[in-house]
């Protein structure tokens, strides 16, 4: 089992900035490699970023390219989600999610999740 526990989410204006942490507990030598999705309000949950085990790769969905990164720190088990530039588009809830497995930009291959941060940019 992985526990999965997220913080730092909020409200802000538009083109601010947010940084996100996943705390990582439990198993997680079993399921290191991590990822973000997000859900807007009546939108299906999609994906946002990923970073692997060794943090060398890293994956992004198109709408957050170049404005979003994501990083780890393996000796705190934690895992960010930096966010500048935020736009309306970007509110939603947020979820850190890990895998063991698969494909890193496919919600299917995340087998925990966490509880969710909401996220709300005002324009």
């Known amino acids: 089992q992985v526990q999965l526990a997220e913080s730092g989410g909020g409200s802000v204006q538009a083109g601010a900035s947010l940084r996100l942490s996943c705390a990582a507990s439990?198993?997680?030598?079993?399921?290191?490699?991590m990822g973000w999705f997000r859900q807007a309000p009546g939108k299906e949950r999609e994906f946002v970023a990923a970073?692997?085990?060794?943090?060398?790769?890293?994956y992004y969905g198109d709408s957050v390219k170049g404005r979003f990164s994501i990083s780890r720190d393996d000796a705190k088990n934690m895992v960010f989600l930096q966010m500048n530039n935020l736009k309306p588009e970007d509110t939603a809830v947020y979820y850190c999610?890990?895998?063991?497995?698969?494909?890193?930009?496919?919600?299917?291959?995340?087998?925990?999740w966490g509880q969710g941060t909401r996220v709300i940019v005002s324009s």
């Open positions: 439990g198993r997680t030598y079993s399921h290191g490699d």
């Open positions: 970073i692997m085990r060794s943090g060398s790769n890293t």
């Open positions: 999610a890990a895998r063991r497995i698969g494909n890193p930009i496919a919600m299917r291959s995340y087998d925990y």
